[in-house]
């Protein structure tokens, strides 16, 4: 278990200077840092203080000026009838958003306004802003929005999340409130969906408050943006409860290309449309989307992927990885397969993830 960190912030900046009430609400945001860190380290642990593993953490209660300050509004997104992603990710979602410029540009995790036919954002005094979806980005995660109005809100900086490691303490900033966390690890998050990121950050104790979620440091700075909770935070096996975050870093080269193009300029990555799962090393599939590659293929849950272009696959990382490294979306994939107690071979002509779900604006 990491230990916590010895010292107390004594400085914090707001994420830009601004006049009025917000600029007022600063050193309210600035105290109000002071007491969750020195709750979360400083502080001797009491009976009601949460330690990294100790369960979900509830995030503070909130005032609508302190959420305001910190640059966070509610996200609410409608999919569209008939939109694939509603089989696993239901047709009304909800969650936070990240207001990241002046002129209402907002960071989200991705899977809240894929394939969304509206989106909402709401301020804390319930102000409704309605708002476009600009871009998103599967291999990364990131959704990125435009509300059509002018939004209250002063904008957060883009953070460093390269030098991020245990045991630092950071916010965890939520429409719902705000919670204060460490990261507990570094290290490689390989999702059931082909997705893979290679220096995920990893928080403790979990919050209930993730999901499109800002991680800020002392500063005020924006560092990731909140994707799952997991049962590992601190190591595969450790049976250590937190949250995962996208850092903020894998965005910056993306961000021109999604305001202009919607998407990422880099050539698709070839996507089968498979869920698997790890066990002691096999890798095996567990459901087949409906209408993808796979699914033309005829590949079927139960299916073991034994190998891929004639080398054995060791991992779900090492699938991802062999299945991208063929090329671009269209390329074919061969692959053995064990069935039934017998070994199959099966070729899969990859898609383009990003058309399958369609990724479009919302007005």
């Known amino acids: 278990m990491p230990t916590m960190p010895d010292a107390t912030p004594t400085h914090v900046a707001l994420p830009r200077p601004v ?18 860190a020195a709750c979360a380290g400083a502080a001797p642990a009491t009976q009601d203080q949460e330690r990294p593993g100790e ?22 997104s409608r999919a569209f009838a008939g939109a694939r992603s509603i089989r696993t990710l239901g047709a009304q979602r909800e969650g936070t958003g990240v207001v990241i410029d002046a002129k209402g540009l907002v960071l989200t995790i991705g899977y809240l306004i894929l394939e969304a036919e509206t989106v909402e954002l709401s301020t804390a005094d319930g102000t409704v802003f309605p708002a476009t979806v600009i871009g998103y980005d599967g291999a990364t995660g990131f959704g990125l929005l435009r509300a059509l109005r002018p939004l209250p809100i002063a904008p957060v900086e883009l953070g460093e999340s390269a030098g991020l490691a245990p045991p630092a303490r950071v916010l965890i900033v939520g429409f719902d409130g705000v919670a204060p966390a460490v990261v507990v690890s570094r290290r490689q998050f390989v999702g059931f969906w082909e997705y893979l990121l290679d220096d995920a950050i990893y ?29 590992d935070a601190i190591g595969k096996d450790s049976q250590v409860p937190g949250n995962m975050f996208v850092p903020i870093d894998l965005l910056k080269p993306l961000l021109g290309d999604l305001i202009a193009k919607g ?28 209408d993808s590659p796979a699914d033309a293929a005829s590949i079927r849950p ?18 991802y990885t062999r299945v991208w490294a063929r090329g671009d979306a269209g390329v074919e994939v061969p692959l ?5 107690g017998r070994i199959q071979s099966v070729t899969i002509k990859s898609g383009d993830r990003d058309r399958y779900y369609q990724v479009r604006p919302t007005f």
């Open 263 to 290: 998407r990422s300029s880099a050539r698709p990555r070839p996507w089968l449309g498979v869920q698997t799962q790890e066990v002691q090393g096999n890798v095996i599939v567990t459901r087949v989307t409906p």
């Open 55 to 76: 369960g979900p953490s509830r995030p503070r209660p909130r005032s609508e000026r302190t959420v305001d300050a910190l640059s966070v509004v509610k996200l609410r």
């Open 302 to 319: 139960g299916d073991v992927i034994v190998s891929l272009g004639g080398q054995q696959v060791t991992s779900q990382a090492d699938f």
């Open 336 to 340: 053995e397969v064990l069935r039934g």
């Open 19 to 36: 006049s009025g009430p917000a600029r007022r609400m600063g050193g309210l945001l600035a105290a109000g840092w002071l007491l969750t």
């Open 203 to 231: 928080t403790a104790p979990a919050t209930v408050n993730w999901s499109g979620a800002a991680l800020l440091n002392h500063e005020g700075k924006l560092l990731g943006i909140g994707s799952l909770s997991v049962n």
